[in-house]
């Protein structure tokens, strides 16, 4: 895993913030570099993780407090983002490290995913504080992340035998391993088209064809299967009429996934199980019906 590059890009102009931020790429550079190190055990990894993570947290409320002084008027929003960080990612991250007895895959991914969500809040809600961009009210997908855990949790038991526990609604298309991908079309009955995008780690489809007694390299017919179950799952989670077939013009590279990613889906939330990480995102938009389909005639 590559050192973090800092760049003077990131920088806010306030002292105090960026002096942290520095310090905060210093640290996750410096666990970077252990985990390069096999010498390195649980002890000195758990010890890197508990700095970097109060040091987060010392920064979190300087920057709160810095915001309360100038009367920055999208304070609540950018505190709740802190929260959210604070009290589900984290805590998630910190479990799969648990889990895991730090293993250096475990170790990356947890840097990797800090370092992603890092740059992304400084370049977005951190400018907005000293009015470098507008800061855009975001996709508030709070009432709706109860009823979209529970339908990926029963997606999650059914094909995988594993249960998922949400960790953040700020996915913003960080690597959380080798995974693979797979985008998916359907229309609701309102005359709206969904497009819905799934990021699973690897690990979880061996899992599922090593339950159903399948040995040897995962086949595409076999992971297309394996999507296909969960997105007749996922998709009850809308009123749709209809659905298209998958085929393997759906599977997405890591390249093409992230290339979809960025055209931009306004919910896009991470979750983990036992076996692995996993991403589900969603957009949609007013599909135009010709005008002899409006008036009732067949085509």
């Known amino acids: ?5 800092w760049d003077d890009k990131f920088n806010i102009g306030v002292d105090v913030i960026d002096k942290a931020h520095a310090k905060l790429f210093r640290i996750m550079n410096k666990l ?11 002890t000195t990894y758990k010890e890197g993780i508990k700095y970097l993570e109060a040091y987060s947290m010392t920064h979190f409320s300087e920057e ?18 802190h ?9 998630t991250l910190k479990k799969d490290l648990e889990s895991s007895n730090y293993s250096t895959a475990s170790v990356q991914r947890f840097v990797g995913i800090m370092n992603n969500w890092l740059t992304e809040h400084i370049m977005m ?13 975001g996709f508030d997908l709070t009432s709706q992340i109860p009823v979209i855990s529970r339908v990926l949790n029963r997606a999650m038991t059914e094909v995988f035998q594993t249960e998922a526990k949400f960790v953040s609604a700020d996915y913003k298309g960080q690597n959380f391993g080798k995974a693979l991908y797979c985008c998916y079309f359907c229309d609701t009955e309102s005359g709206i088209r969904l497009q819905l995008l799934l990021g699973i780690e690897e690990t979880l489809f061996l899992r599922a064809v090593k339950q159903q007694g ?20 996922i998709s009850k989670l809308f009123r749709v009429e209809t659905e298209y077939e998958l085929d393997r013009d759906n599977l997405l590279t890591r390249d093409g996934f992230r290339a ?13 199980t036992k076996s692995g990480y996993f991403v589900f995102c969603y957009r949609s938009w007013r599909v135009k019906k010709r005008k002899s389909e409006a008036d009732g005639k067949t085509v």
């Open 260 to 272: 979809n990613f960025m055209k931009g889906y306004p919910c896009s939330l991470l979750f983990s």
């Open 83 to 91: 929260d959210n960080f604070r009290d589900k990612t984290l805590v």
């Open 125 to 137: 809600q951190d400018q907005a504080i000293v009015g470098r961009i507008v800061n855009r009210k």
């Open 1 to 5: 895993m590559e050192n973090i590059a």
């Open 64 to 81: 709160e407090s810095y915001m309360r002084s100038i009367r920055y008027q999208g304070y609540a929003q950018h505190k709740k983002v």
């Open 32 to 42: 970077i570099d252990m985990s390069e190190d096999e010498e390195n055990n649980q």
């Open 214 to 233: 399948v040995t040897g390299n995962l086949t595409e017919d076999e992971t297309l299967q394996i999507f296909g179950q969960l997105f007749q799952i």
